[in-house]
């Protein structure tokens, strides 16, 4: 646009922005780098980060942006645009399976387990199972806004199939899975993972787990279908090179198999709708949908209180970095004490739970400090509220829809847009054997028809 610009990057990410200017055609982009890191240092750290020198280049910072501003740019620094991907053969030279395992792995093409070798015959019965031809794109996927997106194929899909050790009549799950261009590793600090949750009767033909485990490594489908997804992440989406395209400080044991499982619809309350019909799609759609969070706790919280009322508790003091959303995952046998208690669908208990969960004054001070000066002036209800203390619970819910978008309409540009009245979902699953459920939050990013893929 012709406006002179410096980037100012954490010396942290030297390689992240180097690799990515290099990629996009400006080498010799001119950035500044502070010290690392910045999040939750005071103003006044920071304004002294600036008044020193870059902890790189051992220059003073404020000098280096008046350069880098004024400084004419010769005409290598005016190119831009992506380099394109080098082209990778479609066949290796053959090989013993240990050597050509050992290649796999020092390539990075594993997620650092055993793999199966995708022959071309393995390739080519995966194939056998989608109408679609195998040059055929299917969506296109990348670590992170910054980086470029690489397209890919049935082919290239079917070969992480095969490697993620799936049956051919999982592959069109899986395509539908991958047409969602979602990675499952995503380039942030803050180590994101990753959750496909698998509606319609697919879950029956492929027999999928919904029983005692779900959640657990103990059935083929469920496992190797969400392994898939991490293999396809790094061999087709650019993803998972640590300090380059992923970033997770301490990374994230979900992103194994990435949370994958179906939905009990046979253990639905009545009334309740599967996840996919509330998505839109009609009960005999085989669907995939998407979400993303960091975590999710297992709770098994005995109460005198019912339920709902226990849940309600834990979501009204649940904090992760801006929770504004939470997914539950419920036991046949919790949703059932739940729609017992006059809630007929679950959109009317996650309404109720959203109308009915506060925030914890410390949260919410912290995250309103316009609010925090009015309750200082006097003005209410805000100054009633300061008087509780930090203790106490504000009457204002994180779960309404409403004023900032969710954190996955920020991060992810293939989010749907159909969102519902409040960011809370609920999934039922599981065998029944206890009074389990599960919370994190996980937000939910879109669905995909498995059909179309068959």
Same mark, same amino acid.
């Given at each position: 646009?012709?406006?002179?610009?410096?980037?100012?990057?954490?010396?942290?990410?030297?390689?992240?922005?180097?690799?990515?200017?290099?990629?996009?055609?400006?080498?010799?982009?001119?950035?500044?780098?502070?010290?690392?890191?910045?999040?939750?240092?005071?103003?006044?750290?920071?304004?002294?980060?600036?008044?020193?020198?870059?902890?790189?280049?051992?220059?003073?910072?404020?000098?280096?942006?008046?350069?880098?501003?004024?400084?004419?740019?010769?005409? !290598?620094?005016?190119?831009?645009?992506?380099?394109?991907?080098?082209?990778?053969?479609?066949?290796?030279?053959?090989?013993?399976? !240990?050597?050509?395992?050992?290649?796999?792995?020092?390539?990075?093409?594993?997620?650092?387990?055993?793999?199966?070798?995708?022959?071309?015959?393995?390739?080519? !019965?995966?194939?056998?199972?989608?109408?679609?031809?195998?040059?055929?794109?299917?969506?296109?996927?990348?670590?992170?806004?910054?980086? !470029?997106?690489?397209? *890919?194929?049935?082919?290239?899909?079917?070969?992480?199939?095969?490697?993620?050790?799936?049956?051919?009549?999982?592959?069109?799950?899986?395509?539908?899975?991958?047409?969602?261009?979602?990675?499952?590793?995503?380039?942030?600090?803050?180590?994101?993972?990753?959750?496909?949750?698998?509606?319609?009767?697919?879950?029956?033909?492929?027999?999928?787990?919904?029983?005692?485990?779900?959640?657990?490594?103990?059935?083929?489908?469920?496992?190797?279908?969400?392994?898939?997804?991490?293999?396809?992440?790094?061999?087709?989406?650019?993803?998972?090179?640590?300090?380059?395209? *992923?970033?997770?400080?301490?990374?994230?044991?979900?992103?194994?198999?990435?949370?994958?499982?179906?939905?009990?619809?046979?253990?639905?309350?009545?009334?309740?709708?599967?996840?996919?019909?509330?998505?839109?799609?009609?009960?005999?759609?085989?669907?995939?949908?998407?979400?993303?969070?960091?975590?999710?706790?297992?709770?098994?919280?005995?109460?005198?209180?019912?339920?709902?009322?226990?849940?309600?508790?834990?979501?009204?003091?649940?904090?992760?970095?801006?929770?504004?959303?939470?997914?539950?995952?419920?036991?046949?046998?919790?949703?059932?004490?739940?729609?017992?208690?006059?809630?007929?669908?679950?959109?009317?208990?996650?309404?109720?739970?959203?109308?009915?969960?506060?925030?914890?004054?410390?949260? *919410?001070?912290?995250?309103?400090?316009?609010?925090?000066?009015?309750?200082?002036?006097?003005?209410?209800?805000?100054?009633?509220?300061?008087?509780?203390?930090?203790?106490?619970?504000?009457?204002?819910?994180? *779960?309404?829809?409403?004023?900032?978008?969710?954190?996955?309409?920020?991060?992810?540009?293939?989010?749907?847009?159909?969102?519902?009245?409040?960011?809370?979902?609920?999934?039922?699953?599981?065998?029944?054997?206890?009074?389990?459920?599960?919370?994190?939050?996980?937000?939910?990013?879109?669905?995909?028809?498995?059909?179309?893929?068959?």
């Amino acid at each position: 646009m012709g406006i002179p610009a410096v980037p100012m990057i954490t010396q942290r990410f030297q390689e992240l922005v180097t690799t990515i200017s290099y990629k996009k055609g400006i080498p010799n982009m001119r950035i500044i780098y502070t010290p690392h890191p910045i999040t939750d240092r005071p103003a006044d750290l920071c304004r002294k980060y600036i008044a020193g020198n870059d902890p790189l280049a051992g220059r003073p910072m404020l000098e280096e942006i008046y350069a880098g501003l004024t400084k004419p740019l010769s005409a !290598e620094d005016s190119k831009a645009g992506f380099l394109k991907r080098d082209p990778r053969p479609r066949l290796f030279e053959p090989n013993t399976p !240990e050597k050509l395992m050992e290649f796999f792995h020092e390539q990075g093409f594993t997620d650092g387990n055993p793999v199966i070798l995708p022959t071309e015959k393995k390739v080519a !019965e995966m194939l056998k199972a989608t109408s679609r031809k195998p040059d055929e794109w299917v969506g296109q996927m990348r670590p992170s806004p910054p980086h !470029e997106a690489w397209y *890919y194929t049935v082919e290239m899909v079917a070969v992480n199939a095969v490697m993620a050790g799936a049956k051919p009549e999982y592959f069109p799950t899986i395509l539908a899975l991958a047409s969602k261009g979602v990675t499952s590793l995503f380039s942030s600090t803050s180590s994101f993972a990753r959750m496909v949750v698998v509606n319609g009767p697919v879950v029956k033909e492929i027999e999928m787990n919904t029983g005692i485990g779900a959640m657990g490594p103990v059935s083929r489908a469920n496992s190797s279908i969400g392994r898939c997804w991490t293999l396809i992440s790094k061999n087709l989406g650019g993803s998972g090179k640590p300090g380059e395209t *992923y970033l997770g400080s301490q990374g994230n044991p979900l992103n194994y198999g990435n949370l994958c499982f179906p939905e009990t619809e046979d253990g639905l309350p009545s009334g309740w709708n599967p996840l996919h019909v509330q998505k839109g799609f009609k009960k005999n759609d085989s669907v995939v949908s998407v979400f993303s969070g960091w975590s999710m706790s297992d709770i098994a919280w005995y109460s005198p209180l019912p339920n709902h009322q226990v849940i309600r508790g834990w979501l009204e003091h649940f904090f992760s970095f801006g929770t504004s959303q939470a997914t539950l995952v419920l036991d046949p046998i919790v949703a059932a004490d739940v729609a017992a208690n006059g809630f007929p669908t679950k959109e009317a208990y996650a309404k109720w739970l959203a109308e009915n969960t506060g925030t914890p004054g410390w949260l *919410y001070w912290s995250q309103n400090q316009r609010a925090l000066e009015q309750a200082k002036k006097g003005v209410e209800p805000y100054a009633g509220w300061l008087k509780l203390g930090e203790g106490a619970v504000v009457p204002v819910s994180r *779960y309404n829809r409403g004023g900032l978008p969710s954190r996955n309409t920020a991060f992810m540009a293939s989010k749907d847009t159909n969102e519902p009245a409040t960011s809370i979902e609920i999934v039922v699953t599981g065998g029944g054997t206890n009074t389990f459920w599960s919370g994190g939050d996980f937000g939910y990013v879109g669905s995909a028809s498995v059909d179309q893929w068959r």
